[in-house]
C-alpha cells in the first residue's frame, strides 16, 4: 500500500458524495452506506498497515461511525408517517453512544499524561462557547422551540455535547507539535463533524426543518477524512501525539481577551432591550469593570507562565541556560551552519571532592562566565549539569574551540585567594544548516570522550566513523546471546607439536563464529567485545563444556591434552573452578587433559580480585590441571606475575618468533634464549607460538623450547582434521606427557 493511498481513497469518495447528491434517494442511500463502510474499512486498514504507538482513538473512532450506522438505520426504522421519526427511539439511543465514542476518541487525541494545560484551554473555549450559544441560540428557544420536554433537552444536549467535541479538537490543535498529514485531516473531521452537527440542531430547532440531505454530505465527509488520515503514513504517530511544552503564546492570549470581551458584551445584549436607560448604563460600567478585571487577570496568568517558563530553561547556578533550553534550540530547525562544543573540565570531580561544593560551585560560575565572553554574542551558552557546558553558535567553530581552552586556561580565584588552573576538554560537531539536529548532542558528546581519552586540554571534532565503529561494536554484542542459542559458535584446534620427535601431543582450542550466511567474524574482533560485555563468560562457559566433550575421545584414544583461553571475566567467579571439574568429571577424564591459558591481564586488577583468581586457579591445578601464560613477554610486568601464579607452561608471544628468528641478531635470539632459561629454571615446559618456518621451528628447538605450534605445522581446524592428523602420524611410539 503506497503513501499516496488516501489521495485516492479521498477523491473516490469525495466524488460519490459529490455525485450521490444528484442520485434518486433509493440509490442515494446504498451510496452512502458504501461510503461509510470504506470509512471504516479504510480505519481498520490504517490501523493495521502503520501499527500506531497509540490505537485507542483510531478503534473509537471505529467504533463510532459503526455506531452511527446504527442510528440511521434506528432512524429509518422509527420514521412516523409526518416524515419525523418517533421520540426516542433505537436511533437515538445509538446516537448517544456516537457522541459518546466520538468524545472519547478525540480526548485521546492527545495522550494520556499529557500537561493539563491543553484541557483548561478547551475548558475555557467551551465555556465561551456555551455562553454564545446560550444567549443566541438556547435561551431565546427556551420559550418559542417547536419542540418541548425530552425531545428540546435532548436535541440540547446533543448540541452541549458538540460544543464539547469542537472543545477538545481545539486542545489538539493547541497542544499538537507535528502537523502531518494525518492530524491535519482528523482535525478537520471533527470541524466538520460538529459544524454540521451544529447546523442541522440549529435548523430544527429554530425552524423545525429536517436539513437531512446536505448534513448527511457533511457528515460522512467528516468520516471519509478520518478514512483518509488513517491511510496516511503519519497516522503511526500523529493522533495521540505528545504536547508541546510552551505555556503561553501570544495568539491564545488574544483568544482569551477576545473571548472574555464577547461574553461581557453578550451579557449586555442580552438584557439591554429589558432595561431602562439609567440601569443599561450601571449594567454597561460593571460589565466593562468586570471585563478589564478579566483581561488583567489573563495577562498576569500569561505573565507567570512566562516566568515559569523562563525558570524552565535556566540554570540557577551559573545563570546560563540549561539543558532543556539548549534541546529546543536543537530541535529548531535552523537555516545557518552551527557548531555545537561540549565543554567538560578535567579532573573537576577531585577538586570538588578536595575543596568542598562552595569552590567548586564558584569554579563553575568562573567557567560559565568565561564561556560566556568568548562566545559570539547570539550564541547560545548552556550548563548541562555538573561540570558539563555547551555552546551553540554559528559555523566556523574551530577558533571557538580555540579560544575556550584559551580563555579556561587562566587561573581561577576562589574566596580572592587560591588561584588554580583548570583545564577543559571540548568535543566539536558541526551541524549544517537546513534542519534540526536531534542527535547533536550525543555525537558532541562522543567527540567529547575521545579529546578526554587523548589526555583532555585540547578539542577533538566528531568524527562519523568513530560513531559508526562504535555503534557496529553494540550491534555484534547484541547478537551474541541469539548466536550461541543458535549454534553458530564452533570450537577448532590447532595442534601443538613437540620440538625434539615432530609428534602432536597437544591442541590449542580457538573460537570461531560463522554467521548464518557463511561470514566469519574475525576472533580478534568478537572475544574483545565479548569480554568488555561480559558475555564472555556464557560464551566461555560453552567452549569449556565443547572441549570437555571432545576430549573424551581425544585424551583417552590419542592422549591428547587440549589447550583452552580463559578470561578474567570467568576466573572472577569463585564457582568458575567447580563447574570445570565437574565438566572434566562427566567427560570422563583426569585434571591433566585440560590446560588453562590466561593471560597476565587477568591479575592486573586489584589485590582482592588476584588473590580469587589464583585461588580459583590453584583449585583447578590440584586436580591436575595445568596452567599456561599466554603471550608471554608481551605484558609488561611478566616476571612479577610468574612468581605470584600457580604456572605450569609459558607459551612465547608470536611476535619473539617471528620477528627475533627470521630479522634479529644477537641481541633479540637472547630475549628468546633467557624467556627458555626462565622456563627451565622454574621448571616450566614452554611453547613458541606462530612457528611458520621450517627454520623458525630448528632454532627454537636448539635454543632449548619444548614444544611450537604455528601454521608450519597446521592451521587451526575443525576437530575432524585434527584427528586426521592424529592418524596419519601413527604408527604410535608411546606418546611422553
Ligand atoms: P591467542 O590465544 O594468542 O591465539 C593464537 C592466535 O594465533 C590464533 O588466532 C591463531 O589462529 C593464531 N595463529 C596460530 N598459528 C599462527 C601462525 O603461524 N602465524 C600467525 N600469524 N598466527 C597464528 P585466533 O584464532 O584469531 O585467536 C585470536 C585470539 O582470540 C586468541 O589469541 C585468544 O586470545 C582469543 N581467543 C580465541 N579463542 C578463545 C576462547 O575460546 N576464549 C577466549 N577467552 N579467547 C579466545
Ligand atoms: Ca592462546
Ligand atoms: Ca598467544
Not at 463533524?193 to 430544527?204: H, I, Q
Not at 539536529?437 to 558532541?444: C, I, V
Request: hydrophobic share 50%; glycine share 8%.
Amino acid at each position: 500500500m503506497g503513501p499516496r493511498v488516501y489521495r485516492w481513497y479521498l477523491a473516490a469518495n469525495g466524488a460519490v458524495l459529490a455525485l450521490g447528491v444528484m442520485l434518486p434517494a433509493s440509490a442515494r442511500v446504498w451510496a452512502y452506506l458504501a461510503v461509510a463502510a470504506s470509512a471504516l474499512v479504510a480505519i481498520v486498514v490504517g490501523v493495521r498497515r502503520y501499527r500506531p504507538v497509540w490505537s485507542r482513538p483510531w478503534w473509537l473512532t471505529t467504533a463510532a461511525i459503526g455506531m452511527s450506522l446504527l442510528a440511521n438505520a434506528g432512524w429509518a426504522a422509527a420514521m412516523a408517517p409526518s416524515g419525523v421519526p418517533h421520540f426516542p427511539s433505537f436511533g437515538d439511543l445509538c446516537y448517544v453512544v456516537t457522541l459518546s465514542l466520538l468524545t472519547a476518541s478525540v480526548y485521546q487525541w492527545v495522550r494520556p499524561g499529557a500537561a493539563s494545560g491543553g484541557l483548561i484551554d478547551a475548558a475555557i473555549v467551551t465555556m465561551g462557547g456555551a455562553a454564545v450559544l446560550w444567549v443566541l441560540v438556547v435561551a431565546p428557544l427556551m420559550y418559542d422551540a417547536p419542540f418541548t420536554g425530552l425531545r428540546l433537552g435532548a436535541y440540547l444536549s446533543y448540541s452541549a455535547v458538540d460544543l464539547i467535541i469542537l472543545a477538545l479538537t481545539i486542545r489538539v490543535v493547541v497542544v499538537t507539535r507535528v502537523r502531518s498529514v494525518a492530524y491535519r485531516l482528523v482535525v478537520a473531521a471533527s470541524t466538520v463533524f460538529v459544524l454540521t452537527d451544529t447546523l442541522y440542531y440549529a435548523v430544527l430547532l429554530s425552524h423545525n426543518v429536517r436539513l437531512d440531505r446536505p448534513t448527511a454530505v457533511g457528515w460522512l465527509a467528516a468520516y471519509v477524512l478520518m478514512g483518509g488520515a488513517a491511510l496516511h503514513p503519519s497516522m503511526a504517530r500523529s493522533v495521540g501525539s505528545m504536547p508541546r511544552p510552551s505555556l503561553s503564546s501570544r495568539s491564545r492570549l488574544w483568544t482569551y481577551t477576545v473571548l472574555a470581551t464577547t461574553i461581557s458584551a453578550l451579557i449586555v445584549v442580552a438584557v439591554a432591550p429589558d432595561l431602562s436607560p439609567d440601569r443599561l448604563v450601571r449594567l454597561v460600567v460593571l460589565v466593562g469593570l468586570s471585563c478589564a478585571a478579566s483581561v488583567m487577570l489573563i495577562l498576569r496568568l500569561a505573565q507567570l507562565a512566562d516566568l515559569l517558563n523562563r525558570r524552565a530553561h535556566l540554570d540557577p547556578l551559573t545563570g546560563l541556560g540549561n539543558r532543556v533550553a539548549l534541546q529546543n534550540h536543537l530541535d529548531r530547525p535552523e537555516r545557518q551552519d552551527q557548531v555545537l562544543l561540549l565543554i567538560d573540565l578535567d579532573g573537576f570531580r577531585d577538586f570538588n571532592e578536595a575543596f568542598g561544593h562552595q569552590d567548586g560551585d564558584a569554579v563553575l560560575i568562573e567557567i560559565g562566565h568565561r564561556l560566556r565572553a568568548v562566545a559570539p554574542s547570539d550564541a547560545v551558552v548552556v550548563r548541562l549539569g555538573a561540570d558539563d557546558f555547551a555552546v551553540l553558535a554559528a559555523s566556523p567553530g574551530d577558533d571557538l574551540a580555540d579560544r575556550i581552552l584559551e580563555s579556561t586556561r587562566l587561573p581561577v580565584r576562589i574566596r580572592g585567594e587560591i588561584a588554580r588552573t583548570f583545564h577543559v576538554s571540548v568535543g566539536v560537531v558541526s551541524l549544517p544548516g537546513g534542519g534540526s539536529h536531534p542527535a547533536a548532542l550525543r555525537d558532541a558528546d562522543l567527540a567529547l570522550a575521545t579529546a578526554r581519552a587523548n589526555g583532555g586540554n585540547q578539542s577533538a571534532m566528531f568524527d562519523p566513523g568513530i560513531h559508526a565503529e562504535r555503534r557496529a561494536n553494540s550491534e555484534l554484542v547484541a547478537q551474541f546471546h541469539d548466536a550461541l542459542a543458535a549454534g553458530e559458535f564452533t570450537v577448532h584446534y590447532q595442534p601443538i607439536v613437540d620440538l625434539s620427535t615432530g609428534r602432536i601431543v597437544a591442541a590449542e582450542a580457538l573460537l570461531r563464529w560463522t554467521r548464518p550466511d557463511g561470514t566469519r567474524v574475525p576472533p580478534d574482533r568478537f572475544i574483545p567485545l565479548a569480554e568488555q560485555s561480559g558475555a564472555i563468560v556464557a560464551i566461555g562457559d560453552w567452549v569449556l563444556a565443547q572441549v570437555c566433550a571432545d576430549l573424551t575421545g581425544l585424551w583417552s584414544t590419542d592422549g591428547l591434552s587440549v589447550t583452552v583461553n580463559v578470561s578474567a571475566h570467568q576466573l572472577r567467579d569463585p564457582a568458575f573452578a567447580d563447574r570445570v571439574l565437574t565438566l572434566l568429571t562427566d567427560a570422563g577424564v583426569p585434571g591433566r587433559a585440560l590446560i588453562v591459558e590466561i593471560t597476565e591481564t587477568v591479575l592486573v586488577t586489584s589485590v582482592s580480585d588476584a588473590a580469587a583468581v589464583t585461588a580459583q586457579l590453584q583449585r583447578l591445578r590440584d586436580h591436575g590441571v595445568r596452567i599456561a601464560i599466554d603471550d608471554f613477554g608481551t605484558g609488561y610486568s611478566s616476571l612479577a606475575y610468574l612468581r605470584e601464579l600457580p604456572v605450569d607452561i609459558l607459551k612465547m608471544d608470536g611476535s619473539f618468533t617471528a620477528r627475533q628468528i627470521d630479522h634479529g641478531g644477537p641481541r633479540e635470539i637472547a630475549f628468546i634464549r633467557t624467556i627458555v632459561e626462565l622456563g627451565r629454571s622454574l621448571d616450566l615446559v614452554t611453547i613458541a607460538e606462530a612457528v611458520e618456518t621450517a627454520t623458525q621451528a630448528d632454532r627454537l628447538r636448539d635454543l632449548g623450547c619444548h614444544l611450537a605450534q604455528g601454521y608450519h605445522y597446521a592451521k587451526p581446524a575443525p576437530i575432524a582434521e585434527l584427528r586426521d592428523r592424529l592418524l596419519r602420524q601413527s604408527p604410535l611410539a608411546p606418546a611422553v606427557h
